[in-house]
C-alpha cells in the first residue's frame, strides 16, 4: 500500500487538474466559518480510493434529515445533492451515493443494522447522520456515547471512513440539557476516535443568527428541513470532506479532542 504521503501528492496533482484547489465555493445563503462546519480528521481511505480509481462508494445512513422528510422531491434530499457536488469537485470520480436514512431513527437502531447495510453496499465512506432523535428521545449520553464510539470502531477496523453528522439547530431546543449532553458525547465520540465530525448544529445556528431572515433553512414543523436546508447540508458536509482530504495527523489518545477544538464548540 502507498503512504499517506504519496496518495496526498497524488490527490493535489488530480484536483489541481480539474481546477479543484480547496472546498467548493458555499452558496451565500449557507456561507459559514469552517470552524462551525467540522472538525479535521484524515479520510485515508477515501484518499486512496481515488488515488486508485474506480467508483466512490458512499453509504448515508441516519434519521429523517438523511431519509430526506421534508424535501420537495427525491432529488432534494442532502445526499442526492452531495453526489453532484463531489462530482463537479472531483472531476473523473463517480460517486454513488446510497440513502438508507430511517425517519425517527435513534442511534443504536441505526448501528444495529449498520452491518448489513454495510455488507450489502461495501462503502468507502459512511456518513452517519445522528443525535436529534437521541436527545428528543431522552436517551442517555453515556448510552449513546457507548453505541457510538463501538461502532466507529467496527467501522474503522473494517477499512471505512467514517464522517459524523452532527444534530441539527432548532431554536425550540437551543436550551434543551439533553440536546446538549448528547451534542457534547457526539464531539467527544470523535475526537476519541479521531474521525471527521460535520457541525450542524454550529453552522445552523450561525447561519440562522448572521443571514437576512434566519437562513429559512426548516419547514413549518420547525424540526424538519426543507430544500435549502438540505442543500446547505449537502454543501456542508462536501465542505467537510474535501477539506479533510488533505488532512495527515496520526491518531489521537483517547479523549483528546484535536487540536484548537473544545467540548461545546
Known amino acids: 500500500m502507498r503512504s499517506f504521503a504519496t496518495i496526498f501528492l497524488l490527490l493535489s496533482a488530480c484536483l489541481s487538474a480539474s481546477a479543484q484547489t480547496g472546498p467548493p465555493p458555499l452558496s451565500p445563503q449557507c456561507e459559514a466559518p469552517g ?30 434529515s438523511t431519509y430526506g422528510i421534508g424535501a420537495s422531491a427525491r432529488h ?27 425517519s425517527g431513527e435513534v442511534a443504536q437502531t441505526t448501528a444495529d443494522r449498520l452491518r448489513t447495510e454495510v455488507a450489502l453496499e461495501k462503502p468507502d465512506v459512511v456518513l452517519w447522520q445522528l443525535g436529534t432523535n437521541d436527545a428528543l428521545a431522552r436517551v442517555s449520553s453515556q448510552d449513546f456515547e457507548k453505541t457510538v464510539t463501538s461502532t466507529v470502531e467496527w467501522l474503522k477496523a473494517n477499512n471505512i471512513d467514517v464522517v459524523l453528522v452532527g444534530l441539527q439547530y432548532t431554536p425550540q ?34 447561519i440562522a443568527r ?19 436546508g438540505y442543500q446547505c447540508m449537502a454543501e456542508h458536509i462536501a465542505h467537510a470532506v474535501i477539506a479533510n482530504l488533505f488532512v495527515r495527523k496520526k491518531d489521537l489518545p483517547k479523549g483528546e479532542a484535536p487540536k484548537g477544538e473544545t467540548p461545546g464548540k
Open 210 to 228: 448572521n443571514h437576512p431572515g434566519g437562513g429559512d433553512m426548516m419547514t413549518n414543523d420547525g424540526l424538519h428541513l426543507n430544500d435549502i
Open 173 to 206: 431546543f437551543a436550551r434543551d440539557d439533553n440536546y446538549f449532553a448528547i451534542r457534547e458525547a457526539l464531539l467527544r465520540a470523535a475526537a476519541a476516535k479521531n474521525v471527521l465530525y460535520v457541525r450542524r448544529y454550529d453552522a445552523m445556528q450561525f
Open 76 to 102: 432534494k434530499t442532502y445526499p442526492a445533492q452531495l453526489r453532484g457536488i463531489l462530482e463537479s469537485s472531483m472531476k473523473g470520480t463517480e460517486a454513488v451515493i446510497t440513502n438508507r436514512g430511517v
Open 35 to 64: 470552524v462551525d462546519i467540522s472538525t479535521v480528521a484524515p479520510l485515508p481511505h477515501l484518499a486512496e480510493r481515488l488515488e486508485k480509481g474506480g467508483k466512490l462508494r458512499i453509504l448515508a445512513i441516519g434519521s429523517s
